[in-house]
């Protein structure tokens, strides 16, 4: 199946610090969607990225889907506590057929934010 | 809000027994997903379905089954759990329909809080 390698696997940071994570793949995908799962709750959907070379802000995040379409990173800006969790990138095709709203799933940035 | 419930948030059971993790949505979305998180490994998908009665295979469906009799609500089946199937399971669902463009077609997954389960 499809693969996604996901760096780095964590990172230790100080508060106001800013983080960078990507994401590559073997195939191509036709969106980019990137997660963050907090302690004991499913993930939830930080940002989407649906055409190649798109760049998405959500805040202090910043993600972009790569001219290639094969991968994708996501930035943190002036991270805060909060920010603490597992950071998943992921693939869709979205096509037609028994590919649809299947997910490739990266292995996941575990952050950690120290005051 | 899509709201995605999944029936039990930790779960203790024994090697041998009969599982099921029950999932239930409120937004009338024609697609489900159940996942296994492991750590290092991100979430695996398990199986799919695209309606009521349908079900599709994912990634790593051996030792599994699922049921879907009504579109609300799907179901994860361990017909006889094995200590390796220790694992937090996700239930995810998805609007729209195969063949849409766009967003419209590429809309992203919702997912429950999880379940943590344990087999002794």
């Known amino acids: 199946g499809q693969q996604l390698n996901q760096s780095p696997q964590s990172m230790f940071i100080q508060e106001g610090e800013d983080v960078s994570m990507n994401c590559t793949s073997s195939s191509i995908f036709n969106t980019w969607l990137w997660y963050k799962q907090d302690p004991g709750e499913g993930p939830v959907l930080l940002i989407a990225?649906?055409?190649?070379?798109e760049l998405t802000s959500n805040g202090r995040l910043t993600a972009q889907f790569g001219i290639t379409r094969k991968d994708s990173f996501l930035n943190i800006s002036a991270s805060i506590p909060s920010d603490v969790g597992i950071y998943f990138c992921?693939?869709?095709?979205?096509?037609?057929?028994?590919?649809?709203?299947?997910?490739?799933f990266g292995q996941g940035t575990i952050l950690t934010v120290h005051p | 809000d899509v709201k995605v419930t999944q029936s039990s948030r930790y779960l203790v059971k024994r090697t041998g027994e009969k599982v099921f993790l029950e999932c239930v949505q409120d937004m009338d979305h024609e697609n489900m997903f159940w996942y296994r998180q492991d750590p290092g490994l991100g979430l695996r998908l398990i199986y799919f379905?695209?309606?009521?009665?349908?079900?599709e295979k994912g990634d790593i469906p051996e030792g599994y089954s699922v049921s879907r009799e009504k579109k609300e609500r799907f179901s994860l089946i361990l017909e006889s759990a094995s200590t390796n199937q220790t694992s937090m399971y996700l239930c995810a669902t998805l609007g729209g329909t195969p063949g849409q463009g766009g967003k419209a077609g590429n809309q992203p997954q919702h997912f429950g809080d999880g379940t943590r389960l344990s087999i002794l």
């Open positions: 379905s695209y309606d009521v009665k349908m079900k």
């Open positions: 992921t693939g869709q095709i979205g096509a037609g057929g028994t590919s649809y709203g299947k997910l490739t």
């Open positions: 990225l649906y055409k190649a070379g």
